[in-house]
Every structure is written in C-alpha cells, then in structure tokens.
C-alpha cells in the first residue's frame, strides 16, 4: 500500500505543479509579445496534467480495496498525504516560477521559429539544452516582499484558495465517501462531479476572466507586465493556500457527499 501511496503523492505533485507552472506560461507569452503561441503551449502543459490525473484517480481508488481488504490499514492519513503532495507540487511550482518565465520565453520564440512542436522537440541541441541553465533564478524572499495585488479584490485571493481547495479534495473526497458509506459505494465514488462542478463554475465564471483582462492589459502596457507577474505570484500563494486548506475540507467533504447520497439514493 505504501508504493500506491508513494505513485499516487508523485503524481499528485506532478499535477499540481504543471497547473501552477501555467502561470509562468501566461507571463512569458506577454512578455514575448505572442501571447496566442504560450496558451497553445498552456494546453500541452495542461495534458501533462491530465494524463497523470487519469492514472492517480484509479490508484487512489485502489487503496479503498486495499483498506476493505485489510481492516486497520490507515487510509484516511494516506489520502491526507496525496493531498500534502499538492502542497508540495504547488511550492515547487512557486519557487521554479521565474526560472520557467525565462525557459517559456525561449521556448516560445524556438516554436515561432521552428513552425511546429515536433520540429522544435527534434531541432533541440546538446549544446541548447546545457544553455538551459543560464535561464535559472533562484527564487529570493524578496520576490515576496515585492507581491502587489494592483487593484485586485481581496476576494478573489480568497475564493481562488477556496477554489483550489475544493479541486484538490474532490476525487478523494468522492472515494473516501465510498469506503465511509459502503451501501452507496457506487454512487458516492462517483460523486466528484458535486464538488469539482461547484469549483469549476466559480473558475470560470469569476477568476479565470479578470486573469484574462489583467493579461491582455499588460499586454498592451509594458509597464503593466511587472505588476502582472506580481499579481500571479500572489495568485500563486493563494493556490498553495488552497491546497492546505484541502486537508480541512478533506473530512467534511466526504460526509457531506455522503449525506446527498443518502438523500437521493
């Protein structure tokens, strides 16, 4: 059980460090100027992050088997460390953010030039792979000393951690529910959809637009692109908020799926 839990803690932290890694994505394409190209790139980065989703999700749904199968075994601290694995993705993702804003702008301008993301993977060199390492920062605490929020709510800080954390604690939730309610096992292991439809509305609906105009005003100001990696640092931060507020929701949320369940079971 502990090599599930291991794969499945790696993968978690692969998936939430390639999304917040999207972040640096944005900029870079704003900095670049070709702003179109880096959301294509967004979108290879995001399947990372999908593949690795549909190989976590039946894992983590295989230790429910192995804890019915072995009374005693401690499955609700194990999910409390896959989604300790978010944390740690997100942080990793925090602290490599301005090293990959430089590698997204190179690799923005290789694809321009290349025509293609296979002729630009296969056009890649020895020598412009060890070069990768001039485009390195080691992240300082002053770049958090340096966050402004430039105008933007408070409130969206706050309802992108609760977002996140909703994300994060959904599967889980969903099967944990099904090992707390074994009579409606099918229905709740299913039931990720309640959570994760709530967290996705209040993405799109409210977050993800004013990211867009923060980006396309920075685009048309140059001086606005230092307050836009700002303010993504900040929306950063919030992200990892999130994924630790997602071990307080981890129990609540699967009674609570627990609950509809037997209301429309």
């Not at 499945?8 to 702003?35: F, W």
């Not at 001039?134 to 969206?156: A, E, F, K, N």
């Not at 309610?181 to 609906?205: E, H, K, W, Y």
Request: glycine content about 8%; aromatic content about 8%.
């Amino acid at each position: 059980m502990t090599a599930i839990i291991v794969t499945v803690c790696i993968l978690t932290g692969l998936i939430h460090c390639a999304e917040t890694l999207s972040y640096s994505l944005r900029l870079a394409g704003v900095r670049t100027g070709k702003l179109a190209v880096s959301l294509s790139l967004t979108g290879i980065l995001l399947l990372v992050s999908r593949t690795a989703n549909m190989v976590q999700s039946p894992l983590a749904g295989g230790l429910i088997d192995l804890a019915r199968a072995e009374p005693g075994v401690p499955l609700k601290e194990g999910y409390h460390w896959i989604i300790m694995a978010s944390s740690v993705g997100t942080a990793v993702a925090i602290i490599l953010f301005p090293s990959f804003v430089l590698l997204f702008s190179r690799m923005i301008s290789h694809l321009e030039t290349a025509g293609s993301l296979p002729r630009m993977v296969t056009s890649v060199t020895v020598e412009q792979l060890r070069n990768a390492r001039y485009h390195l920062r080691r992240p300082r605490w002053s770049m958090l000393r340096s966050l402004r929020y430039h105008g933007v709510p408070y409130s969206l800080f706050i309802m992108n951690a609760c977002v996140t954390g909703i994300y994060t604690v959904g599967v889980l939730a969903a099967l944990y529910a099904s090992f707390l309610f074994p009579d409606m096992a099918a229905f709740t292991s299913q039931s990720s959809g309640l959570i994760n439809g709530v967290a996705t509305i209040l993405l799109t609906v409210f977050i993800d637009p004013h990211l867009a105009m923060l980006t396309d005003k920075a685009q048309r100001d140059p001086k606005a692109q230092a307050g836009l990696g700002q303010v993504l640092g900040a929306f950063m931060l919030s992200r990892l908020a999130g994924t630790l507020l997602a071990q307080l929701l981890f129990l609540p949320a699967a009674y609570w799926i627990g609950w509809v369940s037997g209301l429309l079971h």
